[in-house]
């Protein structure tokens, strides 16, 4: 008399003997030996082989595994997970999933509970509560439903990726693109194949124009071949070799025209091969206009000075409050190269305190856009107890920039024959 189990749907009696036959072994003879039966029990070996190899795996796998029973206790859980949850193999056994992590189960829960109904969650992200004293960590977890021959379910699987170090560099990389998409220079990204892979807002504006789509598309498709072939692509495949590469050229852009572009190329690496090309563009049509305009100012300045003409060039950085002087203004403020420290502080108080709130007011109205073009007269006291009067006028170099250039006429002697008591002593009371 014995007794057993039978797991799986209901069958009827009279089936049972097919269900419990089991198929005889056969002999087979192995190769070199002739003669002798060599028995192989597939219902033995094999699935004996299958489970050891199975838990190797399971014990090796990089990803969290464990398996819940249908009252959310671990029953099997593997060491990476142990580890996530900073606890041993031994201590989970017999326990919820609730006592082992409380403080994420009220965001597991509802997803478990669905596994045991018989539905599977996939990928889903969950971050660990600020209450943990360590760096916040995020984990993609999975629940799959286990069933029975007879479509009972048994109980849940679990599958956990700890996916903190991802999740930062995802993070990252959005605020680069929010960061790129922002900025007035146009910036690109290209392959091996020249085609663009990435464009911000600005780049496309120029290249493509409204509603275009550049990615996947070669460089040689857009206008103005003859230097994409001359002059554009000849750099990219140096950058390609890993040099970072830096011009400027001419290009002819659509609705724009012709502009001056400073372009710089930077090698994207992805282990250790130039996979990509960083590309950023800026358009200095505009600076060159003004450095253009601005050495030729200069030029006839100093021609001026050498003709013995009394005008001094000045160069005035308002970000860093210092300011560069021609000759003549050395010779107007009574400073040499070697007793002058660049500082305008140093400067300012030598001018006439009578003069200073309009000059004060005539330098604010320029920067604050009030006004266009600074102009001021005004008294400088110099150290040998001379005056030399000064007649300013200055313009902001460039609609963006924070930097004022300028000249000072000396209007000394014009400023004698007008008023020849405008040097008495009581004028260099301060």
Known sequence: MGQGWHYGRPAP???????????????????????????????????????????????????????????????????????????????????????????????????????????????????????????????????????????????????????????????????????????????????????????NRAFLEAFGGAGARLEGRSIREFRDRDVIERIVIPNLDRCFRGNPVLFSMEYDLPGIGVRDLSVSFSPIEVFREVETVACVLRDITDMKRIEFVESGWRKRIELAECAGLRIGLWDWDIRANTVVWSDESYRQWGFTRDTFSSKVADAVSRIHAADRPFVDSAIRKVITRETDEYAAQYRVLRPDGSICWVDARGVMAGDASRRMIGIGIDITNHMKNQDPTSHSASDLCF
Do not use: W
């Open 13 to 199: 009696a009279d089936e049972l003997s097919s269900l419990i036959d089991l198929r005889q072994p056969h002999a087979s003879s192995r190769s070199g030996d002739e003669g002798v039966g060599y028995a192989v029990n597939c219902r033995e070996g094999l699935p004996s082989q299958r489970l050891a190899q199975l838990q190797a795996v399971y014990d090796g796998a990089p990803v969290g595994l464990g398996f819940l029973d249908r009252n959310l206790k671990y029953i099997n859980i593997n060491r990476r997970l142990a580890e996530l949850h900073g606890l041993s193999i031994e201590d989970h056994y017999g326990k919820t999933l609730a006592e082992v992590i409380p403080e994420l189960y009220p965001l597991l829960e509802a997803h478990v509970k669905k596994a045991l109904n018989g539905t599977g969650t996939c990928d889903l992200e969950i971050r660990e509560p600020d209450s943990h004293g360590h760096r916040r960590r995020t984990f993609l977890v999975s629940y799959q439903p286990a069933f029975d021959e007879a479509g009972e379910v048994l109980g849940v699987s679990c599958a956990v990726k700890d996916f903190t170090a991802r999740k930062a560099a995802e993070d990252r990389l959005r605020q680069y693109e929010r960061l790129v998409e922002g900025l007035d220079e146009m910036v690109a990204v290209v392959d091996r194949n020249h085609r663009y892979v990435l464009t």
